[in-house]
């Protein structure tokens, strides 16, 4: 097992990474919980897979449990279900010592953080993130939250968990779909600001994804490496925690005109949001032609989508402008995004206008023509 801590003075924790840790959370979750009773909350896809081996491990350390499944699926990151959540939860009669337990993945994490937020004006909360997305990304860092019909996480709270326990182990039963987006997430560390982590990825990015041990764990601890720092730095994205949105606000757009629906997961827009975000550096003169086309035919050997027109055939562009001014980094009414000047020198600009922006998105549709 190794031990990254997050150090954020009182708010700060660990993240656990290894193979076998859910069957020991019990034990493992112990020093943190301050009284021996949690409730677990997990969907009914992760649950007839994993909540078996957590459960016994609570029995084991005689921590006192009840489990709410919740229906699998980004559309669960709602008002409504946050609300029938934080009821069902009520109805246990929690008290502020109560730990909240997200077993799942980047959806469970969100919305249960979200809801030990403020349930009882906060309660503490442990991850553990059953994808390759969530191990990577959302579990670490505290931003919790739900969407709204005008965009993505625009309801949220910034909310540290007490523990994260990331059992690289799990991950041998997702789908195939669910690791290559998660391994989108791996990318964006390396594009972001570590060209030797990208070109490791060129070398072995296909062995993480086939779920090969040691190449898997050496991905998350240097993704959740990478995140706690940024976090240490800037942990309500001030400033350089914005760069970890590299790729996002292309994405969001393109969730949010797909519904937060499975035609097209979080990871995958990820992966499309970072090649339009490095094909306008290029149309910004930023960076060379030859670094994003780098970029691009990695992501297209690993399996990624790299056209949006691979998604859908035709795009209304005015709505996915909306999107992008919508976004939770816009400031002072200009839109925030991520650009770079090579692999691992990405920056933070406002320095875009809404004609390079529709310029970027009607190229991006015309190439599938």
Request: charged share 25%.
């Amino acid at each position: 097992m190794q031990t990254l801590n997050v150090a954020l003075d009182s708010r700060g924790y660990d993240i656990l990474i290894g193979e076998g840790l859910l069957a020991k959370a019990g034990e493992l979750m112990l020093p943190v919980l301050p009284q021996k009773r949690v409730i677990v909350v997990t969907d009914t896809e992760v649950a007839p897979r994993h909540l078996a081996p957590l459960v016994a491990s609570l029995a084991k350390e005689g921590i006192r449990h009840t489990v709410i499944p919740l229906p699998n699926g980004e559309s669960s990151k709602s008002f409504a279900m946050l609300e029938r959540l934080l009821d069902t939860i009520m109805q246990e009669q929690p008290e502020r010592k109560t730990t909240l337990i997200a077993l799942g993945g980047g959806v469970i994490g969100d919305l249960v953080g979200f809801a030990a937020a403020v349930l009882l004006r906060g309660v503490p909360f442990i991850q553990i993130p059953t994808t390759l997305l969530a191990q990577v990304d959302s579990s670490v860092g505290g931003k919790t939250g739900i969407n709204t019909k005008f965009g993505k996480n625009l309801v949220g709270a910034f909310y540290q968990p007490k523990l994260v326990i990331a059992d690289t182990g799990v991950l041998t039963t997702l789908p195939h779909r669910q690791k290559l987006a998660g391994y989108a997430e791996i990318v964006k560390y390396g594009l972001i600001e570590d060209l030797a982590f990208f070109e490791w990825l060129e070398k072995h990015g296909k062995d993480v994804v086939e779920g090969k041990t040691e190449s898997v764990i050496r991905a998350v601890h240097t993704s959740c490496q990478q995140k706690a720092d940024t976090v240490i730095e800037d942990e309500r994205e001030a400033g350089k925690r914005a760069l970890l949105n590299l790729g996002h606000t292309f994405g969001h757009a393109l969730e949010a005109e797909t519904g937060f629906s499975a035609e097209l997961l979080h990871g995958e827009a990820v992966a499309l949001g970072m090649v339009l975000a490095f094909r306008m550096s290029v149309a910004k003169s930023l960076c060379s032609a030859a670094e994003a086309e780098r970029v691009e035919a990695h992501l297209r050997h690993i399996g990624l989508p790299t056209e949006i027109t691979a998604i859908r055939k035709e795009w209304d562009i005015p709505a996915l402008i909306r999107h992008c001014q919508q976004d939770k980094k816009v400031a002072d009414g200009r839109m925030t995004f991520i650009l770079a000047r090579g692999i691992g020198k990405s920056f933070i600009t406002q320095d875009v206008t809404r004609e390079e922006l529709e310029t970027t998105w009607k190229e991006a549709v015309s190439r599938g023509h």
